[in-house]
């Protein structure tokens, strides 16, 4: 009797352990592969990053290739600067603010990697355009209007992004369109390549011509276009702790600190991200320049050697 | 039959002096905070990055706003602004209008309709640009999101309609959601 019992127990034992280990599977798996959706751009570059490499970084210039319009510029740093109108030909550098008014629109060009189009009724800032080897690292900040971003990842790797007040934008393409409106709130577009966009713990795969809200019901979407409606910074120019925040996380000026979401680990920082990509093979030993995606932080994510202590 | 006549005459009165103090109240143009003015100089950028910072906007900053719709506000006051508009057959001629007044949903979207030459479909036309119908033809047009005619309109949400509205004005198109005419 003993016998059949330990047999009986033993094929028991045999035949649960398997289902057990399947019904946890799930619970394990999703958080590790969000995890490493998050930090795929990071990891991407991880594995490109050299290893005798110091963090040597060159600061580069955009350039204004067309002006449409109305359009201004000033600097972020400056606390007495003043808007002065932007021409065709003008050099930017970090730390520029421009807006638009109706009707205006603005191409900037990122060196030779890339280009974005500034459209009407639209503020960007500048935060970072280095050169880190062989990685062109670009964070820019919308806090409201739309943009067109177009990323040339043959002439090296690229980690473009451009954060806005809610929610994550991955794109492993090479183009896309977002928007950060009052009311409807973040938006974006693949246009070339898939893309990931996150907001809070949802995450949207967008493959070209797909948007980030399309396929939610209309409550979830409204609730979500709720967000960060009423923002903006008080004084029409910019705060201390707008200035830092930029300089943090190179963007989303204005609401970062103020209405964050701790879900998004981000501050509630929004970021149209065009991870690590080239076509040079000798741009495999590249520095590790990008954090997770979505990385933590006391008022946002960003780059980990760029977060100020607070 | 008697008792029941006189009752009719006094409803009947009744209901003719409501009519008549309502079309009174209604039928004059009423402009509170006349000399208001607004900061002088500025171009529909600073405006733009300017009230995106306010919680809600006046409906003298909205009227400026409409204004630069056709290139600049060139209005020096409150007064000047309403006149312009009122010229523009923008605002409706017997309207209550308040230079400190929170802008609400319902008339935005009247203004944002009358301004744009949008005239929407059958009980758009048959109504004369209500707010309601108005608001309810903006939001078919994604130009504004769903919401009560009667909440306040945020800084940031006016910067977002005025921009779109702008882009239909230029192109006859109405802009998708990221902006896109074409």
Partial sequence: MLRYTIIIGAVVALSTGPILAQAKA???????????????????????????????????????????????QRSATEEKAKWTAIKAGDTLTEMTLVRTGLGGKVVLEFSNRGNVTIKSGSKIGIASFQKQGKLVKTRLGLKYGAIRAKVDSSQGANDFRVRTAVGTLAATGTGGEMAQWGDFSFQAKGTDGAWQATMANRVTSLIAGAWTNQDLPPAVAQLLAQQGTNVGDPHGGLTVPEIENLLVNGGGRGIVGFVGNPQTGSGGSPQLILPVTTNDPVATNLPQVTGPVSGGGPIGGGDPEHRHPR | MHVTSRRYYLLIAGLAAVVALGGCASSRLTVTGENATLPEGENSAAFLDRISSQDTITE????????????????????????????????NPKGDYDASRELSRGKLARMIC?????????????????????????????????????????????????????????????????????
């Fill in chain 2, 60 to 91: 003298n900053d909205a009227m400026r706003g409409i204004l630069m719709l056709d290139g600049a506000d060139k209005a020096g006051t409150f007064k000047q602004r309403v006149d312009l508009l009122l010229g523009k057959n923008v605002l």
């Fill in chain 1, 26 to 72: 799930p619970a394990a798996e999703k958080p590790s592969a969000k995890k490493a959706a998050e930090e795929a751009p990071a990891k991407q570059a991880a594995d490109k990053a050299p290893k005798n490499d110091a963090a040597k970084t060159d600061k580069l210039n955009v350039t204004v290739v067309s002006v449409s319009g109305i359009a201004e």
């Fill in chain 2, 114 to 182: 009358r301004a744009c030459g949008l005239s929407g479909g059958i009980i758009l036309r048959i109504t004369g640009s209500s707010e309601r119908y108005c608001l309810r033809e903006l939001q078919y047009r994604q130009m504004m999101t769903p919401g009560s005619a009667s909440t306040k309109v945020s800084g940031m949400e006016f910067a977002s309609v005025l921009t779109r509205a702008d882009m239909y004005k230029r192109t006859r198109r109405f802009p998708d959601m990221v902006g896109n005419t074409d």
